[in-house]
């Protein structure tokens, strides 16, 4: 943990507000939910994934997809990889791309054939032709699963199974 050198007061309510700079390098958005954790030398701020928290949940369901779908299924939160069941394992904990960002704040299933795609932002490879379902719980988007493969062509009956399997994470993570 390193300082920042920014000091801000509480107000009457107990609210403190980050700066700008910082929440724009933290990709902190408003309405982001964050976890309070305190120690003998403060306060931590860190941001919570309520994927995370279902993260066993999250493992079981990209497998289930990978091996009934035979295809590479990726959960991912707003922010970075969580979950691969197939040959990307080394993405997990990898910042999410732009364009999935994109793709997921549009807030609607699809099949993308016309663009490629690549996963994380450090990732070299190119994906062109995948199924996107974004995760989104009591009106809030969460993170979306992502399925594709290198021996055929994602299609509209993949993309049905995947929307079952994020309709039941999302039933496991209303509260």
Request: proline share 1%; net charge negative.
């Given at each position: 943990?390193?300082?920042t050198?920014?000091?801000?007061?509480?107000?009457?309510?107990?609210?403190?507000?980050?700066?700008?700079?910082?929440?724009?390098?933290?990709?902190?958005?408003?309405?982001?939910?964050m976890?309070?954790?305190?120690s003998?030398?403060?306060?931590?701020?860190?941001?919570?994934?309520?994927?995370?928290?279902?993260?066993?949940?999250?493992?079981?369901?990209?497998e289930?997809?990978?091996?009934?779908?035979?295809v590479?299924?990726?959960?991912?939160?707003?922010?970075?990889?969580?979950?691969?069941e197939?040959?990307?394992?080394?993405?997990?904990?990898?910042?999410?791309?732009?364009?999935?960002?994109?793709?997921?704040?549009?807030?609607?299933?699809?099949?993308v054939?016309?663009?490629?795609?690549?996963?994380?932002?450090?990732?070299?490879?190119?994906?062109?032709?995948?199924?996107?379902?974004?995760?989104?719980?009591?009106?809030?988007?969460?993170?979306?699963?992502?399925?594709?493969s290198?021996?055929?062509?994602?299609?509209?009956?993949d993309?049905?199974?995947?929307?079952?399997?994020?309709?039941?994470?999302?039933?496991?993570?209303?509260?």
């Amino acid at each position: 943990m390193k300082s920042t050198g920014i000091i801000r007061r509480i107000d009457e309510l107990g609210r403190v507000v980050i700066p700008k700079e910082i929440r724009k390098s933290m990709n902190l958005k408003e309405g982001a939910e964050m976890e309070i954790y305190t120690s003998n030398e403060g306060l931590i701020l860190q941001k919570h994934s309520r994927i995370e928290n279902l993260l066993e949940l999250a493992k079981e369901t990209a497998e289930v997809l990978a091996k009934t779908l035979s295809v590479d299924a990726v959960i991912v939160d707003l922010e970075r990889v969580l979950v691969v069941e197939g040959d990307h394992k080394d993405k997990i904990g990898d910042k999410i791309s732009s364009y999935l960002s994109l793709l997921l704040e549009k807030r609607k299933s699809t099949i993308v054939d016309d663009k490629a795609m690549s996963l994380t932002i450090s990732d070299d490879s190119l994906y062109k032709n995948f199924a996107v379902s974004p995760i989104v719980v009591q009106g809030d988007l969460l993170g979306g699963i992502i399925c594709f493969s290198s021996d055929r062509r994602v299609n509209e009956s993949d993309l049905k199974s995947v929307d079952v399997a994020t309709g039941y994470l999302v039933k496991r993570l209303e509260f």
